[in-house]
């Protein structure tokens, strides 16, 4: 998804989402070198696994690093292309056919719904392995929201995940309150990059000018991250199932990573909301 725009009484647009270069939509743009801008979706899995390298039911994986760091990271969902299912005036409806590959070693079927109505956007992603082994799974959604100066955000969470300096969680912890958002507030100048989990699967983004977003997940969607890098124009809240590295985690005896088996012929589908207010 390339744009998200609300066009307020008076004519007025506001751009919810970062708007993608008109270079990169004249041009097209290198699949793994996404403008950060858009949204796309996370599958199968979310994030980084440290080095590329996991170990599931006896079976050595090794996947390929994205560019520019030793980690695999974000899957394949945003770098390969969808075909249209269905597409309405208000709706749309796409697939991809994943075979085994050196970037997933398992078959995958994947449907993502992008839905606009008068509240907002509703959008769904449904992953289902085609294989004939269960395989781990994981997903969400990457949106870049736009980050006009004085915007507030506000979320409510259990834990956070501590990263190293490669951005990979390493174990998990109780919240403290200074690194909560139990109140509105302004993102600081700094870069933040922030893994959370038991979060209340709400989120909201509310602009200087009173208009807002307030951000809506379903089970389960249970980590959320934030990701705001000091100085850009954008700020990331991620829905997802799981948290970073969540397949490695997971074999060290950490509870609560959101890291799932999926068996042959099951699935499993993520739905987030987004539910858009704009004063008169």
């Known amino acids: 998804m390339a744009a998200l725009t609300t066009t307020r009484a008076d004519g007025s647009a506001i751009d919810w989402l970062a708007p993608m270069p008109a ?5 097209g743009f290198e699949a793994r070198a996404w403008p950060k801008a858009g949204s796309y979706p996370l599958l199968p899995y979310s994030n980084r696994i440290r080095d590329g390298r996991f170990r599931w039911q ?3 994986v090794q996947l390929p690093p994205h560019p520019g760091q030793p980690h695999a990271m974000h899957g394949f969902g945003h770098v390969r292309p969808w075909q249209v299912v269905e597409s309405q005036e208000n709706a749309i409806t ?3 056919q994943h075979p085994p590959g050196t970037d997933w070693p398992w078959a995958v079927l994947a449907r993502q719904s992008l839905v606009l109505d008068e509240a907002g956007l509703a959008a769904a992603l449904d992953i289902r392995n085609v294989g004939d082994t269960p395989m781990p799974v994981g997903g969400g959604f990457h949106p870049f929201f736009a980050r006009p100066p004085g915007l507030r955000i506000q979320f409510d969470a259990a834990h956070v995940w501590p990263a ?3 951005g990979v969680a390493t174990g998990r912890a ?3 309150r200074r690194e909560a958002f139990l109140r509105e507030r302004h993102l600081p100048d700094s870069d933040l990059s922030v893994y959370y989990s038991g979060w209340k699967r709400q989120a909201t983004l509310r602009r200087a000018d009173g208009a807002t977003l307030t951000l809506r997940a379903a089970e389960p969607l249970e980590h959320l991250i934030l990701h705001a890098p000091g100085g850009c124009d954008f700020v990331c809240l991620e829905p997802v199932s799981h948290v970073a590295d969540a397949v490695n985690l997971r074999a060290r005896g950490w509870e609560g990573t959101g890291l799932r088996a999926l068996a042959p012929g099951e ?3 993520f739905r987030m909301q987004w539910l858009i207010e704009v004063p008169r």
């Not at 270079?23 to 041009?27: K, S, Y």
């Open 23 to 27: 270079a990169a939509l004249r041009d």
């Open 164 to 166: 190293d300096g490669g």
């Open 94 to 96: 796409l697939a991809l």
């Open 58 to 60: 006896g079976r050595e």
């Open 267 to 269: 699935s499993v589908t």
């Open 174 to 176: 109780a919240i403290g």
